[in-house]
């Protein structure tokens, strides 16, 4: 899932010419245990940035010790992150541009997957989430900064779209959750 999206975003950098990202005005750093649930998903994200689209796999695990996320395209590993709510380690491709984060990547799991509760818990000043059904809304200074819609039933959802005004791109992230 967030695995799906922060995967996404780290080859969003890899689709277009490069592009100095914002400097990261949005981070959360949410423990795994407070997603109250194991999770175990197999993804397939789209990266769209303007007219380009790139898909690759992802896997995402999650329990009460860490989140882990792999990134595989074209049969190679791109990018791996493993949090466990301390210290946040990553190993990245060369290839992957410098403004692809592992900060970004986790925010957008968790922006996407983590319980509306434990996420408004994490945010800055200025931030504020807004929550309907189906969907939910990132704001910064009550202008939107990114959204995500879900299809399918929760927590695993099937399908989430995840719309980042701020930064210009876009996930669309298919799920398939394993038994851990």
Same mark, same amino acid.
């Given at each position: 899932m967030r695995l799906g999206a922060a995967l996404a975003l780290l080859l969003a950098g890899c689709v277009t010419t490069?592009?100095?990202?914002?400097?990261?005005?949005?981070?959360?750093?949410?423990?795994?245990?407070?997603?109250?649930?194991?999770?175990?998903?197999?993804?397939?994200?789209?990266?769209v940035r303007g007219e380009e689209r790139r898909s690759f796999d992802a896997q995402l695990e999650v329990d009460a010790?860490?989140?882990?996320?792999?990134?595989?395209?074209? *049969? @190679?590993?791109?990018?791996? !992150?493993?949090? $466990? =709510?301390?210290?946040?380690? &990553?190993?990245?491709?060369?290839?992957?541009? /410098?403004?692809?984060t592992?900060?970004?990547?986790?925010?957008?799991?968790q922006l996407a997957w983590w319980p509306a509760t434990a996420i408004r818990a994490g945010l800055r000043d200025g931030f504020t989430l807004e929550? *309907? @059904?189906?969907?939910?809304? !990132?704001?910064? $200074? =009550?202008?939107?900064?990114? &959204?995500?819609?879900?299809?399918?039933?929760? /927590?695993?959802?099937?399908?989430v779209h995840l719309t980042h005004q701020r930064f210009g791109y876009a996930l669309d992230i298919e799920s398939v959750e394993a038994t851990p």
């Open positions: 490069p592009k100095v990202l914002p400097p990261a005005e949005f981070s959360l750093r949410l423990s795994p245990g407070s997603l109250g649930r194991e999770l175990q998903l197999a993804q397939r994200i789209t990266v010790a860490s989140v882990r996320i792999a990134a595989v395209a074209l *049969g @190679q590993t791109v990018a791996s !992150l493993h949090w $466990d =709510g301390t210290t946040l380690e &990553q190993h990245v491709s060369a290839h992957v541009p /410098p403004a692809v592992a900060e970004r990547i986790l925010s957008d799991v929550e *309907g @059904q189906g969907q939910r809304a !990132l704001l910064l $200074d =009550g202008a939107p900064f990114a &959204q995500v819609t879900y299809e399918g039933t929760a /927590p695993a959802w099937a399908h």
